[in-house]
């Protein structure tokens, strides 16, 4: 079964926010828990993948629905242990 830690999910959040990962790597990393029907239980981890799963997500006025705004927004609330 397809498994991740608190580090790695810490991991690609922080590269994100950096941009040291595309929106669409780090969507493409997390869309496999989805795809797999992994999601971890616990709430805070849930968050995370589902937020970078949608991390390259279109919008209709803009290129993208989510900025790196965002992704630090998604980075902090992680790192303060917050779904």
Excluded: C
């Excluded at 079964?1 to 950096?18: G, H, N």
């Excluded at 797999?36 to 006025?61: V, Y």
Aim: glycine share 6%.
């Amino acid at each position: 079964m397809l498994r991740t830690t608190r580090d790695e999910v810490f991991s690609w959040l922080q590269r994100l926010a950096e941009g040291k990962v595309t929106r669409e790597e780090a969507a493409t990393w997390a869309g496999q828990f989805l795809l797999e029907d992994a999601m971890p239980d616990e709430p805070n981890l849930f968050a995370a993948i589902r937020d970078l799963a949608a991390a390259d997500t279109g919008a209709p006025d803009r290129d993208y629905l989510f900025g790196p705004e965002d992704f630090e927004a998604w980075l902090h609330r992680f790192r303060d242990g917050r779904p």
